[in-house]
């Protein structure tokens, strides 16, 4: 068994690898960090959706930009779009679960606001609406996916294809990211030394 662990951690290990050697998508994860920060300063938001573990990763890289990441500073307007249950089901309900993202960014979506999507597949329908209506609105759209990111390559401004198609691995690289993003952002608008 102890094989069967250190097979998982070098799987992990070499996909991060290939991930730390990859220029573009090191390029791609730096200029959307610096529309995130751009859009802050320009008093927007970051929002994100996602299914399953996607959307668990959703709300917990939220909480780190509205709550706090390494220290104490004002909060961020971030949001996961999924927190309201009574919402996704009665919509999910009455009209269709590809749309319950779609809705929240035609009530609350502004030209400007960063909508971050994660889906392993890059073809989750409720995602590819969501960018669909957040393009519509004037919004940045960034998709985090894997290896061919899917369908929602051609509806995301920035596209972070991580290359695997394991999606547990594909998700632990999507959360290493969304960390650093996390941190450079809270480094960007308050610095340490203020």
């Given at each position: 068994m102890v094989s069967f662990i250190q097979s998982k951690l070098q799987a992990s290990v070499?996909?991060?690898?290939?991930?730390?050697?990859?220029?573009?998508?090191?390029?791609?994860?730096?200029?959307?960090?610096?529309?995130?920060?751009q859009a802050y300063r320009n008093s927007n938001k970051v929002l994100w959706c996602g299914n399953g573990g996607s959307a668990a990763d959703s709300q917990h890289l939220a909480a780190e930009l509205s709550g706090r990441f390494y220290y104490d500073r004002a909060p961020l307007s971030s949001e996961a779009?999924?927190?309201?249950?009574?919402?996704?089901?009665?919509?999910?309900?009455?009209y269709s679960y590809?749309?319950?993202?779609?809705?929240?960014?035609?009530?609350?979506g502004q030209p400007g606001d960063v909508l971050i999507g994660l889906s392993t597949s890059g073809n989750s329908g409720n995602v590819i609406k969501a960018f669909?209506?957040?393009?519509?609105?004037?919004?940045?759209?960034?998709?985090?996916?894997?290896?061919?990111?899917?369908?929602?390559?051609?509806v995301s401004d920035y596209l972070i294809n991580i290359p695997s198609t394991d999606t547990p691995r594909i998700q632990e690289v999507?959360?290493?990211?969304?960390?650093?993003?996390c941190e450079m952002v809270e480094l960007a608008l308050f610095p340490k030394n203020a």
């Amino acid at each position: 068994m102890v094989s069967f662990i250190q097979s998982k951690l070098q799987a992990s290990v070499q996909l991060k690898q290939e991930v730390l050697n990859n220029t573009n998508l090191l390029e791609t994860l730096n200029t959307v960090v610096e529309k995130i920060i751009q859009a802050y300063r320009n008093s927007n938001k970051v929002l994100w959706c996602g299914n399953g573990g996607s959307a668990a990763d959703s709300q917990h890289l939220a909480a780190e930009l509205s709550g706090r990441f390494y220290y104490d500073r004002a909060p961020l307007s971030s949001e996961a779009l999924h927190v309201n249950t009574s919402y996704i089901t009665a919509v999910a309900n009455d009209y269709s679960y590809d749309v319950i993202y779609s809705r929240l960014i035609q009530a609350m979506g502004q030209p400007g606001d960063v909508l971050i999507g994660l889906s392993t597949s890059g073809n989750s329908g409720n995602v590819i609406k969501a960018f669909e209506t957040a393009r519509e609105k004037g919004m940045i759209t960034v998709g985090f996916t894997g290896q061919t990111g899917g369908k929602m390559k051609a509806v995301s401004d920035y596209l972070i294809n991580i290359p695997s198609t394991d999606t547990p691995r594909i998700q632990e690289v999507h959360m290493l990211l969304g960390h650093t993003l996390c941190e450079m952002v809270e480094l960007a608008l308050f610095p340490k030394n203020a």
